[in-house]
């Protein structure tokens, strides 16, 4: 194993930075199940066990290569985005700007992506994994989620959306969010979405749209 790992230094990367945070979390005395829940986050998040200092590698490519790599690495991510699949030329553009602002996020099963009645300035994209959107305003016969942060409106998976209702209609968060299952995301904040849809007029309409639909429902429960 140690010749391997001589041999591939993505996954000697990996090993270094496992130990470090092992290191870590012995000298702040951390509970045993937070350093099982931190072990599972790295075993989730770098499945392939390699780490790789990806901005640096971007950073040295041409604007051009780094967008078709780019392009490339969240092709799996929009085939299973309805909105970003389709053939329409503006939507593919666009697709092809918004895949150099993605960022992966990682959440374990149970763990709050963000709350209900906060200020949001971040929209998620599932790409694998079982979203819950819960609401103090939902159906007193809906399931309630966890004690304090009410019902459950809907469960969303792979290929959904959600937070543009807070990038869109400058509103705070009209819901709240956890991950249902471990759940694999992709982010990209208000500032960033409103430099991809500079030159997407068609786009950002379809996006405010649905950003105020939602709004809606949420205010009929009111």
Known sequence: SVIVLSMDRAGRMYSEKVEEVNEYMRSKQLSPMLREQVREYYTI????????DEASIMKELSPALRMRILEENRKDLFNRVPFLRS???????FSAMLSTQLSPLCCLEKESI????????EMFFIYSGLVELHSTFAPSDTPVVEAGVGGLLTVIGPGSFFGEVACFLTQRRTAGARAKTVAILY???SEDLADCLEDFPTTEAHLRRVA???????EDMK
């Open 212 to 218: 105020g639909t939602r709004l809606n429902r949420i």
């Open 114 to 121: 963000f709350e209900e009645g906060t200020t949001g300035h």
């Open 45 to 52: 998040a770098f499945q392939d066990r390699k780490l790789f």
């Open 187 to 189: 982010v990209i904040t």
């Open 87 to 93: 053939v329409d030329k503006e939507r593919k553009d």
